[in-house]
Nanobody
């Protein structure tokens, strides 16, 4: 089993930045791919970025310019740097992990989420 705990969310003004963290514990030796997703009220969950155990990253086109995913294997921590935040970035942000570098279907493990609110 793998436990994921996100932190770093909060209220930020438009144009501001935040860095989210996700601490992994448990059977972390078996964690390969990790990812960040978000879900806004009334909307479907949306992929932000993925990163493999070899630090290869993937971003959907809509996420490439303002979001950066990274991981520190020594600290068992996944990060998401978010810049130039907009009100439409308001959502619950989730960390996910899987035993495969290229998961088929849903990621196996999920955190509880951290709220990000972008508002003046």
């Amino acid at each position: 089993q793998v436990q994921l705990v996100e932190s770093g969310g909060g209220l930020v003004q438009p144009g501001g930045s935040l860095r989210l963290s996700c601490l992994a514990s448990g059977s972390i030796f078996s964690v390969y791919a990790m990812a960040w997703y978000r879900q806004a009220p009334g909307k479907q969950r949306e992929l932000i970025a993925t990163i493999t155990s070899g630090h290869n990253t993937y971003y959907p086109d809509s996420m490439k310019s303002r979001f950066t995913i990274s991981r520190d294997s020594a600290k068992n921590t996944l990060y998401l740097q978010m810049n130039s935040l907009k009100p439409e970035d308001t959502a619950v942000y989730y960390c996910a992990a899987d035993h495969s570098d290229y998961p088929v279907g849903e990621y196996e493990y999920w955190g509880q989420g951290t709220q990000v609110t972008v508002s003046s």
